[in-house]
């Protein structure tokens, strides 16, 4: 009843036509009378939750300046419900985008220069390079542009710093932080761009940056279930995050989070006020009676600058908390997010005037491009073309689950050294000798023990809390694995060695 309640509560904005009380049951709410062309999307959905083993999804479609289509599948959580209309999620890197309309808005209004340095409006900012500090401006920020580096956000993630001054603490921490690229050169998406354009917001207006979006964001969009304070979300309902762990969601419950990459990454809304937010940025900033921003500066947002890569694939231009790419002949403006148990895609078709946004409610580092797949599988059916191939939903998920095979194969291994040395002591003779020896039998099990051991040097730098963070499954084998790895590459080789010396087989001379 509560949740019917909230439906009806919502007519006032959509005014659409009510589905039947079985659809409200199921959470399949707010449709319109042409539901029938949403089936084959649904029915994609469905396919991609069961081989994911995705635990909730939250589907929200606008066309125009209306919402047509509202369902939540699976489970909000464990022995629950499928999310509701208004069941919170964390959205991820969707707030860049919410970010850079704050950004936008203040240029519009006269306080912010988007050409004008960092330095104008933090003047403590500094990293190492002094000359390369002052070149950096707000534009770069927002088009990943400044330089500054993909683990400073990823190590930043980690901090879980939640006093007050957080932000500030870590920007002015970056005085050590060595630039990989020059200043404007190329994208590298970095949290800290948009952890600093945060700051900016709050140096501009004098306020902070959670008072700011609620004040000229979420109150003129009527995002009445979008938060910034993770304690005000879990009273209203928030979505239990899992993580994933060798493929497999396993739920997660108070995970720490960072305070600090709030305006990167830790924005809290539902599937509902993200639509209010999409049918804004589809008619040029309005929204009901509401203009947000003009039609002008949504097409600055929207406009794609500079080619972001990634592995040498390209992800399509970024700019300002989008990424703009094509579906066949259609324009695709897009982003993801992920958090270590909650992940999110939201697109817009502006020449077709439509969007979404799905919100799932787990994730890992690797299930990024799985579900950005996803997402973009869906965009392709709403935009009326057809999902392109499923390389990563294919590939990813085997990988995450192929990880308990290696242990199996260390173990294979010790089983079989054991084998060869059992048969060496009562068979001399068939000791192999001289570089037979050394090369087959010393040497490349111990470079490829070593080699895996090696695995463990990225958990003894500074990104060791983010890996254990989004990739739990993978850092506890890196230890486990590569430590056993490291030990047993001695111990096999001093192992082989004393076999071979008994007999006297080490010789340097060619074996027969």
């Known amino acids: 009843m509560k949740h019917l309640e909230s439906l009806l509560d919502s007519l006032h904005v959509y005014q659409p036509d009510l589905a039947s009380s079985s659809d409200l049951k199921s959470h399949s709410s707010i449709l319109t009378s042409g539901a029938t062309r949403y089936r084959e999307i649904e029915s994609y959905i469905e396919r991609q939750i069961a081989r994911l083993r995705i635990p909730g999804v939250a589907l929200a479609i606008v066309e125009?300046?209306?919402?047509?289509?509202?369902?939540?599948?699976?489970?909000?959580?464990?022995?629950?419900?499928?999310?509701?209309?208004?069941?919170?999620?964390?959205?991820?890197?969707?707030?860049?985008?919410?970010?850079?309309?704050?950004?936008?808005?203040?240029?519009?209004?006269?306080?912010?220069?988007?050409?004008?340095?960092?330095?104008?409006?933090?003047?403590?900012?500094?990293?190492?390079?002094?000359?390369?500090?002052?070149?950096?401006?707000?534009?770069?920020?927002?088009?990943?542009?400044?330089?500054?580096?993909?683990?400073?956000?990823?190590?930043?993630?980690?901090?879980?710093?939640?006093?007050?001054?957080?932000?500030?603490?870590?920007?002015?921490?970056?005085?050590?932080?060595?630039?990989?690229?020059?200043?404007?050169?190329?994208?590298?998406?970095?949290?800290?761009?948009?952890?600093?354009?945060?700051?900016?917001?709050?140096?501009?207006?004098?306020?902070?940056?959670?008072?700011?979006?609620?004040?000229?964001?979420?109150?003129?969009?009527?995002?009445?279930?979008?938060?910034?304070?993770?304690?005000?979300?879990?009273?209203?309902?928030?979505?239990?995050?899992?993580?994933?762990?060798?493929?497999?969601?396993?739920?997660?419950?108070?995970?720490?989070?960072?305070?600090?990459?709030?305006?990167?990454?830790?924005?809290?809304?539902?599937?509902?006020?993200?639509?209010?937010?999409?049918?804004?940025?589809?008619?040029?900033?309005?929204?009901?009676?509401?203009?947000?921003?003009?039609?002008?500066?949504?097409?600055?947002?929207?406009?794609?600058?500079?080619?972001?890569?990634?592995?040498?694939?390209?992800?399509?231009?970024?700019?300002?908390?989008?990424?703009?790419?094509?579906?066949?002949?259609?324009?695709?403006?897009?982003h993801s997010g992920t958090l270590p148990d909650f992940a999110a895609y939201m697109a817009l078709l502006p020449e077709q005037k439509k969007g979404l946004v799905l919100l799932f409610n787990a994730s890992h580092h690797w299930m990024n491009p799985v579900l950005t797949e996803f997402g973009t599988g869906v965009a392709a059916l709403l935009a009326g073309e057809?999902?392109?191939?499923?390389?990563?939903?294919?590939?990813?998920?085997?990988?995450?689950?192929?990880?308990?095979l290696i242990p199996a194969f260390q173990l294979a291994g010790v089983a079989a050294t054991l084998r060869l040395l059992r048969r060496w002591h009562f068979e001399p003779e068939g000791r192999p000798s001289g570089r037979r020896a050394w090369g087959r039998h010393i040497l490349l099990p111990l470079i490829s023990n070593l080699a895996l051991a090696l695995t463990m040097l990225p958990l003894l730098s500074k990104r060791r809390g983010y890996l254990r963070l989004y990739m739990p499954d993978y850092s506890l084998m890196t230890i486990v694995c590569g430590g056993f790895s490291l030990g047993w590459s001695f111990l096999r080789t001093g192992l082989v060695l004393r076999a071979l010396r008994r007999s006297g087989r080490l010789a340097t001379e060619p074996s027969d």
């Open 64 to 334: 125009n300046d209306r919402l047509v289509y509202l369902r939540g599948f699976g489970r909000e959580r464990p022995g629950g419900e499928a999310p509701t209309s208004r069941t919170p999620f964390f959205i991820g890197s969707l707030t860049k985008s919410i970010t850079a309309l704050a950004v936008m808005q203040l240029v519009e209004a006269g306080k912010l220069e988007l050409d004008a340095s960092v330095q104008r409006y933090l003047p403590w900012f500094r990293v190492v390079d002094a000359e390369a500090s002052a070149r950096i401006t707000v534009r770069h920020l927002l088009n990943q542009t400044s330089g500054l580096p993909t683990s400073a956000g990823e190590i930043a993630l980690a901090n879980f710093d939640n006093s007050p001054g957080a932000s500030e603490r870590q920007a002015r921490a970056l005085t050590t932080l060595v630039l990989k690229r020059p200043v404007g050169a190329e994208c590298e998406y970095s949290n800290t761009n948009y952890s600093l354009l945060g700051l900016i917001i709050e140096a501009v207006c004098g306020e902070s940056y959670e008072e700011y979006l609620q004040k000229q964001i979420f109150d003129p969009l009527e995002m009445r279930h979008t938060y910034t304070s993770p304690s005000k979300a879990k009273q209203r309902g928030l979505a239990a995050g899992y993580r994933y762990w060798f493929g497999f969601p396993i739920p997660s419950s108070n995970l720490p989070l960072p305070h600090g990459s709030l305006a990167a990454g830790l924005v809290i809304s539902t599937m509902e006020d993200m639509a209010h937010y999409m049918i804004a940025h589809l008619n040029g900033g309005r929204y009901g009676t509401a203009q947000i921003l003009s039609p002008a500066g949504m097409a600055e947002l929207h406009r794609g600058v500079i080619e972001y890569r990634k592995m040498g694939v390209s992800a399509g231009k970024y700019g300002m908390g989008w990424f703009e790419s094509e579906l066949g002949q259609t324009k695709l403006l897009w």
């Open 386 to 404: 057809k999902p392109g191939p499923l390389l990563f939903m294919r590939l990813i998920p085997w990988a995450l689950r192929g990880q308990v």
